[in-house]
């Protein structure tokens, strides 16, 4: 299995500003992704982070508010953008090495913690 | 309705008991079914794969009901180690790679 870091484990922002939070795999993966966990529940995709190409985006999520970097094959930032406290919540990045349509499984970061102010 | 769901519990059992846990999804076309563990603020790990004939792997078997769109996860002799949240998993249909986690099943086992 990938092992995967992520920076910052945890963070304590001030609303209106910025975080960028990266995400870094020991080796080449194909897709990179990138979840939402509030307190008290359970994963939200936020949006695939496609290398050489722009994010795919889920369903209430939009890059202006989280614009997503994949530069290669091993590495992707999320930022979420003009915070607010219903921000705060824990942000992973997984990954999935299978390449093939339907997904073998994903391997998780160890996500990162925000509170907004 | 939520494409995937579960009981939330809590399930409180003694050391030694057996637990089930239950989950349905609403997209009849999903292929592929997981349970994975999740520790209290910890990133969720893959517990299993689960397939349509069922597979087991020491104290966890898992179930798959393709017609009731229902998956099944037993824990038998449950250990103190076994308290977690465990989340039920389905791939979304025509999304390439995207996984769809159901809320958790809370559970907490106690000397």
Same mark, same amino acid.
């Given at each position: ?17 910025? %975080? ?14 990138? &979840?939402? #966990? #509030?307190?008290?529940?359970? %994963? ?12 795919? &985006? ?12 994949? !530069?290669? %094959? ?17 942000? %992973? ?16 970061? !160890? ?7 | 309705?939520?494409?995937?769901? *579960?009981? /939330?519990?809590?399930?409180?059992? /003694? ?22 563990? *999740?520790?209290?603020?910890?990133? /969720? ?17 898992? *179930?798959?009901?393709?017609?009731? *769109? ?40 106690? /000397?």
């Amino acid at each position: 299995s990938a092992v995967i870091s992520q920076k910052p484990s945890r963070d304590i922002c001030q609303r209106g500003t910025s %975080l960028t939070i990266q995400c870094q795999v020991d080796s080449q993966v194909t897709m990179m992704f990138w &979840y939402r #966990q #509030q307190p008290g529940q359970s %994963l939200t995709l936020i949006a695939t982070a496609n290398q050489g190409s722009e994010a795919t &985006y889920e369903s209430g999520f939009v890059i202006d508010k989280f614009p997503i970097s994949r !530069p290669n %094959l091993t590495f992707s930032t999320l930022t979420v953008s003009n915070m607010s406290p219903e921000d705060s919540s824990i942000y %992973l990045c997984s990954v999935d090495s299978s390449g093939r349509a339907v997904t073998d499984t994903q391997y998780f970061g !160890p996500g990162t913690r925000l509170t907004v102010l | 309705r939520k494409e995937v769901e *579960q009981d /939330p519990g809590p399930f409180n059992v /003694p050391e030694g008991a057996t637990v089930a846990f239950n989950c349905t999804y609403s997209n009849s076309a999903s292929q592929s079914f997981f349970w994975y563990r *999740q520790d209290c603020r910890k990133e /969720p790990k893959l517990l299993m794969s689960v397939y349509s004939s069922g597979n087991e792997d020491g104290r966890f078997t898992a *179930q798959l009901n393709r017609a009731s *769109q229902y998956i099944s996860l037993l824990i038998r002799d449950s250990k103190l180690s076994d308290s977690a949240t465990y989340l039920c998993v389905v791939n979304r249909v025509g999304g390439y790679n995207k996984l769809i986690f159901g809320a958790g099943t809370r559970l907490a086992v106690h /000397p």
